[in-house]
């Protein structure tokens, strides 16, 4: 019990556990127990992960520190519930939501496929608010972890394992940007992926479920006293020559709910072309510090209003 407390409950653990790789949330939450005086924060899916990094955005825009808790796969809810969890170690003075284009699809929700993500950010309870249905054994996971912090933790071990082996430990100074290695993808590869993101979207709206989530969470934070700013992440120019209708019809409907939601809106498309990126959705490295310098000027001025 008392290697327990010292080591698990205390809280000592997750602040010095290596990470190997930070695009889950569980690592992304470890890493954050870090950054506690980050002023900026920067929340979405793999696209912001992969596209910001806080330290080239913090020396454009003179706004302070900054901490990317983007993380692989996440919808309105995750990001939601990321941002949360996230409060809870760190107070930005400003968050930057990434405001993808299914955030306004009208037939999104949140999905049975979620769930392993969402088990990492939510309680049963939460779970079941979402209308999920929760079995015995959540309720018998969530139990043990809260009785037994190692187990609760188990995916962290896990983490600090894979740390181990030469060269896997992570970067701790990329604040929470990471892009995985290897090179860009052909553009017949790309394609195929772009037509797979674009199947099944329905019609752009700024009253999507996803669209709802997100206008929670900016009420949310202004009620704590953040500044909120919305980013248009980047797509590869293969997605508007085959889903051109339904992301103008996004685009509209995303500034749409900026403008009912009174938030400002980060735009640094223009500054990335198809040489920049790896697939349909993550720019280059190469790419990182010209996007990251845009966004810190376009955001110098808002986070200083």
């Not at 080591?7 to 954050?32: D, E, Y």
Request: include cysteine; charged fraction near 20%; aromatic fraction near 8%.
């Amino acid at each position: 019990m008392t290697i327990e407390f010292a080591f698990f409950r205390s809280g000592f653990f997750a602040t010095h556990v290596a990470i190997s790789n930070p695009q889950t949330p569980v690592a992304k939450l470890a890493l954050a127990e870090r950054q506690p005086n980050a002023r900026v924060l920067y929340v979405g899916d793999s696209t912001m992960m992969t596209s910001v990094l806080p330290t080239v955005v913090s020396a454009t825009c003179a706004c302070g520190p900054g901490f990317n808790g983007g993380f692989s796969a996440a919808n309105p809810w995750l990001t939601r519930a990321m941002t949360e969890r996230l409060l809870g170690v760190m107070h930005p003075r400003v968050v930057v939501i990434s405001v993808s284009p299914w955030t306004v699809d009208a037939h999104a929700r949140f999905a049975d496929s979620d769930l392993d993500l969402a088990r990492q950010l939510m309680s049963p309870a939460e779970l079941a608010g979402l209308g999920v249905s929760v079995d015995i054994q959540d309720r018998v996971d969530a139990a043990l972890g809260d009785l037994w912090s190692a187990y609760g933790q188990r995916l962290l071990l896990k983490e600090w394992f894979s740390a181990l082996a030469p060269g896997q430990r992570y970067d701790e100074s990329l604040l929470g940007y990471w892009v995985a290695p290897g090179s860009a993808n052909s553009y017949s590869r790309v394609v195929a992926a772009t037509s797979r993101l674009f199947a099944d979207v329905g019609d752009a709206t700024p009253t999507a479920a996803g669209a709802v989530a997100m206008t929670s969470l900016v009420e949310e934070l202004r009620a704590r006293g953040i500044k909120v700013v919305f980013m248009l992440p980047p797509l590869h120019p293969a997605a508007y020559e085959l889903a051109g209708p339904y992301l103008q019809a996004a685009d509209v409907a995303i500034r749409d709910l900026a403008t009912r939601s009174a938030v400002p809106v980060v735009d640094c498309r223009s500054v990335v072309d198809a040489t920049d990126f790896r697939d349909a959705t993550h720019i280059l490295p190469e790419a990182v510090d010209r996007y990251s310098r845009c966004v810190g000027e376009q955001l110098g001025p808002l986070a200083s209003d």
